[in-house]
């Protein structure tokens, strides 16, 4: 009976493959757990599926993982539910299967797989809890700690010490190596902002001490990130205004809102402390602003101007389609004076704009974050960050929440900028927009692809440009219909059309990689190359426009001439796809004329 019911796992009816699922949770036999395995990465687009798939394991979520990981470029298809399945085993604290579990995802290739697995097991636990791994599995996990990228020895380090897996000599020894690589210049940069990072997980007063020791050696990337480690929690405050005093870092090394932070300490000791250390934030002086006025009167250079607010905007601005909105949108400051915008520049905290201001959080754990207030629920609020990161805040865990009166925008940029870069990037913010990112460090883009058979995830490890990629696992993620997209396409474009299509890809162990284009909702058909290109083998039964015959196995950037291709049209989907392997898209945009 067995052999007949998995024969069905790739039934076409959604219904028969959800009862499948719940049949197969009855057998303890080493091929139902085989079946499940192959119904979740056939069909893992069902989330009712995958729920009916955890339901019926019963004590077999180890032997489940197992299954899944044998095939890890398959497994990278499902990773919301292997998540799901290392919380299941870190719940069940059964020392073998645990054990095994740690052992198979420490010998992974694939980071980003090991980073869900990590994550998996660390939610389910809230305070230190000794289970009895063996010591190959601890062993394996102390490696990943040592050898992982930055991600997963940060998360493997969390459950190494959740898990109480370091004796105090294997600990004193890693935390001096990691303090020896901070001061390392001879260390890759990333190497050494990493070791800062993973000191900070310790929240240590000592640890916090040492690093700021280290502070006038550092270079000005890892004096940042120290900076943000020891502000993180409201008990190593203390620590920061004492290197202050010793001349360890100096006062101007503070942003305005850590100077803020400490100006309004809740301890009237340390605030007095801080007071005679830091000076108030101050507006403009009249000479600098008159530099930067008399640049508004001289010619502009709209290409220097993008470059302008790609480097020193983008994190926190939306303009012309790009960037993050966490900030006001620049796109609407073409409407006021230019002399009020230069004044919002030098002196951003001067006047900040209603919903703008900068909110502090004190957990109840010791932590502080903060942010814009952006969201708030009966149970949680939201803090937006530069880079368009969110931190989700239960009010459970707030033990206090005040405004500053900051802004989260640098004050140095009359440092940082030249008064041509100020005129240039506010000329370039008044044109009319002249091209639409589509995709470019924008982690929302993957909720708008909500059909496929594939998977679409946003990954930093690997990008053309900017913060992040798009990682699509064959065949496509895509959607015919995307909200507000309706991009005309002409060989004259006026206001809001375009013509052309740049992107960069990528497609490392595949064969090929492929972009389909929606006109009015529709799908070209299968049997003309219409609003189709790929690059390398077309594994697919449609046919495309050819970019070129070569797998792009690093990054390349593509720019076609939509209406020549294709003629009129309007786009309104797109599909991404990916052919005999995972492939990259970055900066995926449309341009009215190639100059831009």
């Known amino acids: 009976m067995l052999s007949t019911v998995v024969k069905m796992v790739d039934d076409k009816s959604?219904?028969?493959?959800?009862?499948?699922?719940?049949?197969?949770?009855?057998?303890?036999?080493?091929?139902?757990?085989?079946a499940l395995a192959q119904l979740t990465t056939r069909h893992g687009d069902d989330e009712w599926l995958s729920d009916a798939v955890l339901s019926s394991l019963g004590g077999r979520a180890g032997g489940m993982l197992a299954a899944l990981l044998e095939k890890p470029s398959e497994a990278a298809q499902v990773r919301g539910l292997i998540g799901r399945l290392c919380t299941t085993i870190a719940t069940r604290r059964n020392p073998k299967e645990f054990s095994d579990a740690?052992?198979?995802?420490?010998?992974?290739?694939?980071?980003?797989?090991?980073?869900?697995?990590?994550?998996?097991?660390?939610?389910?636990?809230?305070?230190?809890?000794?289970?009895?791994?063996?010591?190959t599995a601890s062993d394996a996990l102390k490696n990943l700690v040592a050898t992982g990228d930055e991600d997963v020895r940060t998360a493997a380090l969390g459950?190494?010490?959740?898990?109480?897996?370091?004796?105090?000599?294997?600990?004193?020894?890693?935390?001096?190596?990691?303090?020896?690589?901070?001061?390392?210049?001879?260390?890759?940069?990333d190497q050494r902002m990493a070791a800062v990072r993973g000191l900070a997980a310790e929240n240590e007063m000592t640890i916090a001490v040492r690093l700021l020791d280290s502070f006038p050696t550092a270079t000005p990337a890892v004096r940042r990130v120290i900076l943000e480690a020891a502000f993180a929690r409201y008990d190593h405050l203390p620590a920061v205004v004492s290197?202050?005093?010793?001349?360890?870092?100096?006062?101007?090394?503070?942003?305005?809102?850590?100077?803020?932070?400490l100006l309004q300490h809740p301890d009237a000791i340390l605030r007095k402390r801080a007071a005679g250390l830091l000076r108030s934030s101050v507006s403009v002086d009249i000479k600098t602003l008159e530099r930067f006025m008399a640049a508004l009167k001289k010619p502009r250079n709209v290409v220097n101007g993008e470059k302008v607010y790609r480097a020193h905007c983008a994190t926190c601005h939306h303009a012309h389609g790009g960037g993050f909105a966490v900030g006001p949108d620049l796109a609407a400051e073409f409407r006021?004076?230019?002399?009020?915008?230069?004044?919002?520049?030098?002196?951003?905290?001067?006047?900040?704009?209603?919903?703008?201001?900068?909110?502090?959080?004190?957990?109840?754990?010791?932590?502080?974050?903060?942010?814009?207030?952006?969201?708030?629920?009966?149970?949680?609020?939201?803090l937006s960050l530069p880079g368009g990161q969110q931190l989700d805040v239960l009010r459970k865990d707030i033990k206090s929440l005040k405004p500053l009166p900051v802004s989260l925008m640098p004050e140095a940029l009359a440092q940082v900028l030249k008064p041509r870069d100020v005129a240039d990037v506010i000329a370039w913010l008044r044109r009319p927009p002249s091209r639409r990112v589509l995709f470019d460090d924008d982690a929302a883009f993957?909720?708008?692809?909500?059909?496929?058979?594939?998977?679409?995830?946003?990954?930093?490890?690997?990008?053309?440009?900017?913060?992040?990629?798009?990682?699509?696992?064959?065949?496509?993620?895509?959607?015919?219909?995307?909200?507000?997209?309706?991009?005309?396409?002409?060989?004259?474009?006026?206001?809001?059309?375009?013509?052309?299509?740049?992107?960069?890809w990528k497609a490392t162990g595949a064969q090929g990689v492929m972009i389909e284009l929606a006109d009015n909702g529709r799908w070209p058909s299968s049997d003309k190359p219409t609003r189709r290109y790929y690059s390398g083998k077309n594994t697919t039964a449609w046919k495309a426009t050819q970019v070129s015959a070569r797998v792009p196995a690093e990054w390349t950037v593509i720019t076609r001439d939509l209406w020549k291709?294709?003629?009129?049209?309007?786009?309104?989907?797109?599909?991404?796809?990916?052919?005999?392997?995972?492939?990259?898209?970055?900066?995926?945009?449309?341009?009215?004329?190639?100059?831009?």
């Open 102 to 135: 740690l052992i198979r995802i420490a010998g992974l290739k694939d980071s980003s797989l090991q980073r869900v697995c990590l994550a998996g097991f660390r939610a389910r636990f809230k305070t230190v809890t000794v289970v009895s791994l063996s010591k």
């Open 243 to 261: 290197a202050i005093e010793k001349k360890l870092v100096a006062a101007s090394a503070l942003n305005a809102v850590q100077r803020a932070t």
């Open 159 to 189: 459950l190494v010490r959740m898990l109480k897996l370091e004796s105090a000599t294997e600990r004193k020894v890693r935390v001096d190596t990691a303090i020896s690589q901070v001061g390392n210049v001879k260390l890759p940069i």
């Open 336 to 382: 006021r004076a230019e002399e009020t915008i230069v004044r919002d520049i030098l002196a951003p905290s001067e006047v900040i704009e209603p919903g703008h201001e900068t909110w502090v959080v004190e957990t109840t754990d010791g932590r502080t974050l903060s942010g814009l207030l952006t969201t708030e629920s009966a149970s949680s609020l939201v």
């Open 446 to 504: 993957v909720k708008l692809l909500v059909d496929g058979k594939g998977t679409a995830h946003i990954v930093t490890t690997d990008k053309y440009n900017g913060t992040t990629a798009l990682r699509i696992t064959p065949p496509q993620k895509h959607s015919a219909r995307i909200k507000g997209w309706a991009f005309r396409i002409r060989e004259n474009p006026g206001a809001g059309e375009y013509r052309y299509l740049r992107l960069a």
């Open 14 to 34: 959604a219904i028969v493959r959800l009862q499948l699922a719940l049949t197969l949770g009855e057998s303890t036999d080493a091929r139902a757990t085989t």
């Open 565 to 596: 291709d294709f003629g009129n049209f309007t786009l309104t989907g797109i599909a991404p796809t990916a052919m005999g392997g995972p492939v990259l898209f970055d900066q995926i945009e449309l341009l009215r004329v190639l100059e831009d």
